[in-house]
């Protein structure tokens, strides 16, 4: 029978044992009584003394020896009233058994509540897709399916697995997978993450990772890990349960010693006592505090494309002091783009800047490029291309040198610097400027820097609203750091940093601290690692998913802030559920043992009984609540 | 004090002891090595009213099999953790559940129920 329908039994049998306790007539009395609850202690009750006393052959004790301890009790106790003419208590067990019963059932809803995260990303797997083989499309079921295999999508229709866009254009919901809510436009060369969707156009894609390789299949490998992982203030109460339930049963005894024995009760109130300690103490109420609330937090970060990978970094980042970011392609887009321009003839300097720039690899170079192909202006032929290094570049346009670069390459060809007051204005804002000059002659200046991601600075005020210290660490001189950082509102700044010593400057702010590392999983695996706690932006399919203790799927700023608030939420509410699952057993059992029965504060065992049941729900009901607080 | 009383008092305390004696001085039990073929090990492991054996011996760096059997249906018994190896499983009643873990670094890893009261030791050499 299964305990919903278990409750609905035991319920019908207990009723009209209330009825009598309510002083109803009930027929055949107190022979009726022992007969409905016989059946509820026997049918309702054998599944907690079958369980009782496994564990107690085990030399252990759980919720269930309580149980069987408490309604047996005042069962057998019932039953020897019967026989020799005193006070019977059937409604009591039967209650009892009743509410417990019903607290399980509620228990068992709200928990299966609790653990539905990584059911619903395996429900977002594709189960086939449209395989394109030998100018044929195929419905291929996605097992059979190996990277390399041309996979084509219809608007509305799921991408099976990830890729990489060859033929075609279309806007993808993202949004199951890496909580972004605006749909991506897709273009040949663009990654597609399996279990999307697809919304306006039909695309061919190359499957790329399949089977354990996807990144959903990461996520849910990662999220069951999240699941299944020890937070370090579960130890406290992992230490009391072990002694709990025999405590427990210890102090029933000398409850009831001292109300037969030193205050002269009667037995029946003696015993009643006894039993109302016995049933009021809850270690679930304990044991599922912790691991509800770590499920649900985990849970809907996978949701929002933040993966937390364990309950030891819901800790960590409830207590961080210093947040701190690597500079390029975290903070900023980590390219260098065109800000500025100074000349008379602009679109002449840009286009004889780009045509200098055609064959060069330097990343400066891009910028420029991008920069004419906006202004939609075309590149000119130049001859006699030479690469200064460190100063520049120098070319022929028309039999007439035209060079590109610093000040150093102007010094070498004796040019005037008309613009040496721009110049500086732009060096001191840590813009990297170019002086472009054509037959001696400067034609002007163009200034390029890596620029902050749109969201940086309202990231950065959040943090600092949150009370933590933002800080920027790169390998840029300090002026362009500076500049950078000024924009965003950061105040700490490192720079000149080369790349392996990140993990040195983290150890350095742990002297003073504790340390989160914000930075992209790859190149900063070892910064990430010294940390705290490590965050790890990923951008689509290829995040890092080893690296950092938090892994954000999509490479957003504002992500950053959401992960500590939601670790911090969650460890707030294993702290909170902990908190009150102590407070209700230490409060609960002097009340129970009739500690306060001088100021009439008393509890009957049926009650007691009740707000064991409860008690446990309203963990599970307090765990899934965070799944509605405010991130 | 009559000798009722006298005799509820004796009860108790002997009940005391008793709950002392069997639930907290409890000896550790003996650890059972998994049957191995080289290539992979594998342990039987019955669920009900605790974890047997209790106490189960792996070699290190063979693939283990870890063959749950729950027989009790109580609901502390529902789910196992192995925290170490990021396991997290629903088992069924009656029936056996594989649970595949492999056992690269010597050491003591301790097993839970859902909500933590009752644990097994996994002893990797």
């Known amino acids: 029978m299964t305990i919903r329908n278990l409750f609905i039994f035991c319920l019908a049998l207990t009723l009209p044992l209330v009825y009598s306790m309510l002083g109803g007539d009930l027929p055949g009395g107190n022979y009726t009584m022992a007969v409905l609850a016989t059946l509820v202690q026997f049918v309702g009750g054998s599944r907690f003394m079958r369980a009782a006393w496994s564990a107690f052959k085990h030399r252990a004790a759980n919720m269930d020896t309580l149980v069987a301890v408490g309604t047996s009790v005042a069962y057998l106790y019932s039953v020897w009233a019967l026989g020799f003419g005193g006070e019977v208590y059937f409604e009591i067990s039967s209650l009892l058994i009743t509410f417990i019963l019903l607290g399980q059932w509620l228990e068992e809803l709200t928990k299966g509540r609790a653990s539905k995260a990584i059911e619903k990303l395996l429900d977002l797997q594709a189960k086939e897709a449209t395989v394109i083989k030998d100018g044929q499309t195929v419905k291929t079921p996605i097992d059979q399916i190996r990277a390399g295999d041309i996979i084509m999508v219809r608007p509305g229709e799921k991408i099976a697995l990830d890729g990489e866009v060859i033929e075609g254009s279309s806007s993808v919901d993202e949004s199951m997978v890496t909580g972004e809510s605006l749909p991506i436009e897709k273009r040949p060369g663009d990654t597609v993450i399996g279990a999307t969707i697809n919304k306006t156009g039909t695309f061919n894609f190359r499957a790329t990772k399949v089977g354990q390789d996807t990144l959903l299949a990461q996520i849910i490998e990662l999220v069951g890990r999240a699941q299944a992982s020890r937070a370090p203030i579960q130890k406290y109460a992992d230490r009391i349960s072990g002694y709990f339930v025999p405590t427990v049963l210890i102090l029933a005894i000398l409850t009831f010693d001292v109300w037969y024995l030193l205050l002269g009760a009667s037995l029946s109130a003696a015993m009643l006592f006894a039993v109302a300690v016995v049933v009021i103490a809850c270690p679930c109420a304990l044991g599922l505090a912790t691991p509800t609330a770590l499920m649900v937090g985990t849970g809907r970060g996978a949701k929002m494309g933040i993966l937390i990978k364990s309950g030891e970094v819901l800790e960590a980042a409830s207590d961080i002091k210093y947040i701190l970011f690597d500079k390029t392609g975290t903070l900023t887009e980590g390219k260098p783009v065109v800000t500025d321009l100074v000349g008379d003839d602009q679109p002449r300097l840009v286009q004889i800047a780009a045509s200098l720039e055609a064959a060069s690899e330097h990343p400066l170079a891009t910028a420029i490029l991008e920069q004419a192909e906006l202004l939609q202006l075309k590149t000119l032929n130049v001859e006699r291309f030479t690469a200064i290094e460190g100063k520049g570049i120098a070319a022929y346009l028309d039999d007439t040198e035209v060079i590109i670069g610093n000040r150093a390459l102007l010094k070498d060809r004796e040019i005037m610097l008309p613009f040496e007051s721009e110049m500086l204005g732009l060096e001191n804002q840590g813009k990297t400027v170019m002086v472009v000059a054509q037959a001696g002659d400067v034609l002007g200046l163009i200034a390029v820097q890596d620029t902050p991601k749109a969201n940086a600075a309202s990231a950065v005020t959040a943090l600092l609203q949150m009370g933590l210290v933002p800080a920027m660490i790169t390998g840029d001189n300090e002026q362009t750091a500076r500049a950078i950082a000024g924009q965003i509102g950061i105040k700490k700044v490192v720079a000149e940093v080369l790349p392996g010593e990140k993990a040195e400057q983290v150890t350095a702010f742990r002297q003073r601290g504790k340390v989160a590392f914000v930075g992209d999983g790859i190149n900063d695996a070892p910064a990430l690692a010294g940390a705290d706690l490590g965050i790890a932006m990923g951008s689509g399919t290829d995040i890092a998913i080893e690296a950092g203790g938090i892994v954000l799927v999509k490479n957003d700023l504002e992500d950053v802030v959401r992960a500590i608030k939601l670790s911090r939420k969650t460890f707030a509410r294993i702290k909170l559920n902990l908190f009150w699952a102590i407070i209700y057993n230490v409060a609960g059992i002097p009340i129970a043992a009739g500690l306060f029965v001088g100021v009439g504060l008393t509890l009957n065992p049926a009650i007691a009984g009740l707000a064991m049941a409860l008690s446990s729900v309203s963990v599970v009901t307090s765990s899934l609540l965070l799944s509605r607080s405010r991130i | ?125």
């Open chain 2, 1 to 125: 004090m009559n000798m009722g009383q006298l005799l509820v008092l004796l009860g108790s305390i002997i009940l005391i002891i008793l709950i002392i004696w069997w639930f907290f001085a409890k000896p550790a039990e003996d650890a059972v090595a998994a049957a191995s073929d080289g290539k992979v090990q594998t342990i039987n492991i019955t669920v009900s009213g605790g974890y047997t054996p209790n106490r189960v011996i792996l070699n290190k760096g063979v693939p283990a099999k870890l063959i749950f059997t729950r027989q009790d249906a109580s609901s502390c018994f529902e789910e196992v953790v192995l925290p170490d190896f990021g396991i997290k499983a629903t088992l069924p009643v009656n029936q056996d559940y594989e649970i595949e873990i492999q056992p690269d670094a010597a050491g003591s890893y301790h097993y839970t129920c859902g909500m933590h009261m009752f644990s097994g030791e996994i002893i990797v050499k």
